[in-house]
């Protein structure tokens, strides 16, 4: 998924119509799920220079408008079961869905689903 969206961030044209630069670089992006798919498009978001600001997990999401690293917050669900109270970042309440971000990288197992805890 990450290399899709990153050859569509690279059409100038279509990026222009958004108001957006081309490429990730400087991209504000929301991923949901940290499992196998989402931790890697959100480690390879982060390696491409994006800002991964917000990660959502099944228990919540956490927020750092600055960015997470992906490897940071997965050891710290490894460590505590859970992203919640990841140092650094603030805790989303389930109200807050969507904070502001250019792309939001959606688990593909939820497409066309709606979460009703969020």
């Known amino acids: 998924m990450f290399y899709g969206l990153r050859e569509l961030c690279n059409v100038k044209e279509d990026m222009e119509k958004l108001g957006l630069n081309p490429g ?41 408008e600055k960015g997470l690293n992906p490897d940071e917050v997965l050891k710290h669900r490894n460590e505590t079961g859970s992203i919640i109270n ?26 066309g689903k709606r979460d009703p805890r969020w």
Do not use: T
């Open 24 to 64: 990730i670089e400087g991209k504000r992006v929301i991923v949901q799920g940290m499992g196998n798919v989402g931790y890697h498009a959100a480690k390879y978001f982060h390696e491409a220079g994006a800002i991964v600001v917000c990660l959502i997990e099944w228990d919540g999401a956490i927020y750092n």
């Open 86 to 111: 990841f140092p650094g970042a603030k805790n989303l309440e389930k109200k807050y869905r969507r904070p502001g971000a250019g792309v939001r990288y959606p688990d593909p197992r939820c497409a």
